[in-house]
């Protein structure tokens, strides 16, 4: 598909790319992370509420899709909290954007016996001396930094797997709005659940500024992904997985000129080193 003489896939995956950095910053930004990912699961879900009225039920061969990617993407919710609690931003983010298409490549070299040619390992391991570079850019980690460090690669693996699942769900579901409506409906209410249960009723009852930035967040967020998903129902998964991960040099300008973050030449070369290794990696696939 092209609008204008450009191919809307690309454009849409691209777009996709800056509005994630940037609502991840957005909540990066929220000092009490719990509210600030919490606001941002109940806006998507309002505005999935509507979608859901708005748009065809998906049709049945989605649902296993569906609901496994539901469990993930919380999973995946509650780890990238974590890791945005106990790490710097432009360390976190890339490596857990960054370990995905890694992980996806080991995973179907070694449990699915697929073949990596030599253009293929070389992008696998210049995605690992880029991750090796963030983990270690200061230093070896100490048993203090292990937390964070291991939740942002456990992010890593569950944007891997529910890649896969909506890349193969929204095929099947005949409706892309429908498909991310019921997606974000469904797993938004479950981390303000968790967060009710864990601080009471009161947890947004200071939120105060907190709560533009929790809203614009929320639907960035869904903005972001149903554009992937969208591009997911029309384009090549593996390419469309290597553009989203430009996010990575955006989070990076955003640590360094919002957060000040000191990332220093090796986080930022290490940045780019990933960056570098998924096109590899991508462009090396038959």
Same mark, same amino acid.
Request: charged fraction near 10%.
């Given at each position: 598909?092209? /609008?204008?003489?450009? =191919?809307?896939?690309?454009?849409?995956?691209?777009?996709?790319?800056?509005?994630?950095?940037?609502?991840?910053?957005?909540?990066?930004?929220?000092?009490?992370?719990?509210?600030? /990912?919490?606001?941002?699961?109940? !806006? #998507?879900?309002?505005?999935?509420?509507?979608?859901?009225?708005?748009? =065809?039920?998906?049709?049945?061969?989605?649902?296993?899709?569906?609901?496994?990617?539901?469990?993930?993407?919380? !999973?995946?919710?509650?780890?990238?909290l974590r890791a #945005?609690?106990?790490?710097? /931003?432009?360390?976190? #983010? =890339?490596?857990?954007?960054?370990?995905?298409?890694?992980?996806?490549?080991?995973?179907?070299?070694?449990?699915?016996?697929?073949?990596?040619?030599?253009?293929?390992?070389?992008?696998?391991?210049?995605?690992?001396?880029?991750? /090796?570079?963030?983990a270690f850019a200061r230093g070896i980690p100490g048993r203090a930094q292990l937390p964070a460090l291991g939740a942002a690669a456990g992010t890593g693996v569950m944007i891997a797997v529910y890649t896969v699942l909506d890349g193969s769900g929204v095929r099947a579901s005949g409706t892309v709005g429908g498909y991310v409506a019921w997606l974000f409906l469904l797993q938004g209410p479950v981390l303000a659940l968790i967060v009710r249960v864990r601080r009471g009723p009161a947890l947004l009852a200071g939120a105060g500024r907190a709560v533009p930035l929790g809203i614009v967040g929320g639907v960035l967020s869904l903005t972001a992904y149903g554009l992937v998903v969208w591009a997911q129902a029309r384009g090549d998964l593996a390419t469309i997985a290597a553009l989203r991960e430009t996010s990575i040099v955006i989070a990076a300008l955003i640590a360094a000129v919002v957060f000040r973050e000191r990332l220093g030449r090796l986080r930022l070369t290490a940045a780019f080193t990933v960056l570098g290794g998924i096109a590899v990696l991508e462009l090396a696939r038959p």
């Amino acid at each position: 598909m092209v /609008f204008g003489g450009v =191919p809307a896939v690309p454009v849409a995956v691209l777009t996709a790319a800056v509005l994630h950095a940037v609502w991840n910053g957005l909540a990066h930004r929220i000092p009490d992370k719990l509210v600030g /990912f919490t606001l941002i699961n109940l !806006t #998507y879900t309002a505005c999935a509420l509507v979608m859901v009225v708005l748009n =065809p039920l998906p049709a049945a061969g989605a649902w296993p899709y569906l609901l496994a990617s539901v469990a993930v993407q919380v !999973t995946s919710t509650v780890l990238l909290l974590r890791a #945005y609690q106990l790490g710097d /931003f432009g360390q976190m #983010y =890339p490596i857990a954007r960054g370990s995905a298409p890694l992980l996806v490549a080991l995973i179907s070299a070694t449990l699915l016996g697929q073949h990596l040619g030599a253009g293929e390992l070389l992008g696998v391991l210049v995605i690992s001396c880029g991750l /090796f570079g963030l983990a270690f850019a200061r230093g070896i980690p100490g048993r203090a930094q292990l937390p964070a460090l291991g939740a942002a690669a456990g992010t890593g693996v569950m944007i891997a797997v529910y890649t896969v699942l909506d890349g193969s769900g929204v095929r099947a579901s005949g409706t892309v709005g429908g498909y991310v409506a019921w997606l974000f409906l469904l797993q938004g209410p479950v981390l303000a659940l968790i967060v009710r249960v864990r601080r009471g009723p009161a947890l947004l009852a200071g939120a105060g500024r907190a709560v533009p930035l929790g809203i614009v967040g929320g639907v960035l967020s869904l903005t972001a992904y149903g554009l992937v998903v969208w591009a997911q129902a029309r384009g090549d998964l593996a390419t469309i997985a290597a553009l989203r991960e430009t996010s990575i040099v955006i989070a990076a300008l955003i640590a360094a000129v919002v957060f000040r973050e000191r990332l220093g030449r090796l986080r930022l070369t290490a940045a780019f080193t990933v960056l570098g290794g998924i096109a590899v990696l991508e462009l090396a696939r038959p």
